[in-house]
């Protein structure tokens, strides 16, 4: 074993990954240190960090009032936008379908109910209304993990992309991060490896930088990269409106919002943060924030994200050499125990560490706030019934005249 690989583990108090280093055979030693060397352990250090907020005040919206009376002109400024090779999509479906009981990529659901219709091609459908729209294919940036790379990849490929082009179609792993247990300490997922989660979806571009995908990029001139959750199946991609309205802004980067159903709603709320964009969790929010009113009745922190983002490629670029700030969760995770018995608890045990899109916004110097109608663009699937379910975006996908 590399000794100093063991005097990082023991400095960073992990002394029984050492201890487990040294009781394998020398071959499987090695294949260990080199996984080990690979991981970012830096994230050990940030286990009780908490991030400290700034000065929060209100960020007002674009409205649908606003748009439509330009909605022609903000289309038509997008749709040139588009046929001129500027702007690409960036699909975020890393995560697996667990909280569905489904044991796949959450992309390859299926949200039909007398057909097959999957999350994924409700997704690209939605992207083709655009591109025929326009005239010109969307290069499409699909980031996947390491636990479901294979599984994405073919589930496109028998579904011929779901009619779009594959020549404009790329697929990226977003990186992994260690996970660690109540005490801080590393896990074993195997006899040779170490546990680790991907590293959320703040991780996006730094993943596309190191994966080669930002030379396509660079290669296209794209200038605008849209950014997407899987699991909204009435998203609207590449939205020719929303790029015209940011690019007609003058802002660097939009973010679709829409208005917060009741104070109380349990959203993330576009807001300004020391005068830079930022997002303050509904969690966050004093009662004097969640209450306050402007003098047309409106609430102040009225506008809720939904995890659709329109960044200016140049600015993203300065945001590769940031630490993006970590983020822990509270997750069940299988592991290995130093007797080599696996374990698959039923509780939460241990914690991934994931960066947010959302801190990607801080990093900007301004955004737009573009706001939606919810009933139209925001149907997003996390649980198998209830509030945000398969129940409710069936609702929704039938209200815009889906065929299930």
């Not at 002109?73 to 379908?97: D, N, P, W």
């Not at 404009?168 to 109540?182: G, I, K």
């Not at 973010?255 to 009741?262: F, I, L, R």
Request: hydrophobic share 40%.
């Amino acid at each position: 074993m590399k000794h100093k690989t063991s005097e990082i583990l023991n400095m960073l108090h992990q002394e029984h990954i050492v201890a487990h280093l040294k009781s394998l055979p020398q071959d499987d030693q090695i294949k260990m240190v080199s996984h080990i060397d690979s991981l970012d352990l830096s994230v050990l250090n940030n286990i009780m960090i908490e991030e400290e907020r700034g000065k929060i005040e209100p960020l007002y919206a674009t409205t649908l009032d606003d748009i439509e009376k330009q909605r022609e002109h903000f289309t038509e400024v997008g749709l040139e936008a588009i046929r001129s090779g500027k702007v690409g999509a960036v699909l975020l479906a890393g995560g697996q379908g667990s909280r569905l009981g489904f044991e796949h990529p959450k992309g390859m659901f299926r949200i039909g109910v007398d057909r097959d219709l999957y999350i994924f091609e409700c997704l690209i459908r939605n992207l083709l209304e655009v591109t025929e729209q326009a005239g010109a294919w969307v290069p499409l940036f699909v980031m996947t993990s390491v636990a479901n790379n294979r599984e994405t990849r073919e589930f496109f490929e028998k579904h011929d992309y779901f009619g779009y082009s594959d020549d404009n179609v790329w697929f990226f792993v977003q990186e992994q991060l260690p996970t660690v247990d109540v005490n801080g300490k590393l896990m074993l997922a195997d006899e040779g490896t170490i546990s680790t989660a991907p590293n959320g979806n703040g991780g996006w571009y730094a993943s596309m930088a190191k994966t080669g995908m930002l030379r396509i990029v660079q290669n296209a001139n794209i200038e605008w990269l849209n950014v997407f959750a899987v699991d909204n199946v009435l998203q609207r991609i590449a939205d020719p409106c929303f790029i015209g309205a940011v690019i007609e802004s003058g802002k660097v980067s939009g973010a679709k919002v829409v208005s917060k159903a009741e104070p109380n709603e349990k959203v993330g709320v576009l807001c300004l943060e020391d005068g830079k964009p930022s997002i303050v969790e509904y969690y966050e929010m004093t009662d004097e924030m969640i209450n306050r009113r402007e003098p047309d009745g409106k609430l102040s922190y009225n506008y809720g994200v939904i995890l659709n983002y329109l960044f200016r490629v140049d600015k993203l670029n300065r945001t590769l050499s940031v630490n993006l700030p970590l983020h822990r969760a509270f997750k069940k995770v299988q592991y290995m125990t130093p007797g080599g018995e696996m374990i698959n608890p039923d509780e939460p045990n241990a914690y991934k560490f994931e960066t947010l899109a959302l801190d990607m916004v801080k990093l900007q110097d301004n955004c737009l706030a573009y706001e939606v109608e919810r009933t139209k663009e925001f149907a997003p699937v996390k649980n198998m019934t209830g509030v945000d379910s398969v129940d409710t975006a069936r609702e929704l996908l039938r209200l815009n005249g889906i065929e299930l």
